[in-house]
């Protein structure tokens, strides 16, 4: 196999893990994991997008980076600007 092979092969999985929110994530992945030459391959137009759709489609909402407060936001649709009732909007966190 063609390192370029394997270094798709290998973006591949890392997107369908559902770890990856973008190809940018899986290419540092990709770099952490010894493989220098990924931004090249993750460059080309094909494999670059077929990537993205992949982690478009199995990311699975974590936060990309670990220093960010686990979590999401909620926010109130009745709280939001022009809203009866609200005048800004309102955002609390849920664990």
């Given at each position: 196999?063609?390192?370029?092979d394997e270094i798709r092969t290998r973006a591949y999985e890392l997107a369908r893990s559902g770890t990856h929110p973008d190809r940018v994530t899986v290419r540092s992945a990709l770099e952490r994991e010894g493989y220098a030459e990924a931004r090249f391959v993750l460059d080309d137009p094909i494999a670059g997008a077929h990537v993205a759709a992949l982690c478009g489609e199995h990311w699975q909402g974590r936060t990309a980076c670990p220093?960010?407060?686990q979590g999401r936001l909620n926010q109130s649709r009745t709280s939001l600007?022009?809203?009866?009732?609200g005048t800004a909007a309102q955002y609390?966190?849920?664990?």
């Open positions: 196999m063609k390192r370029t220093s960010q407060p600007p022009g809203a009866r009732g609390t966190r849920v664990r």
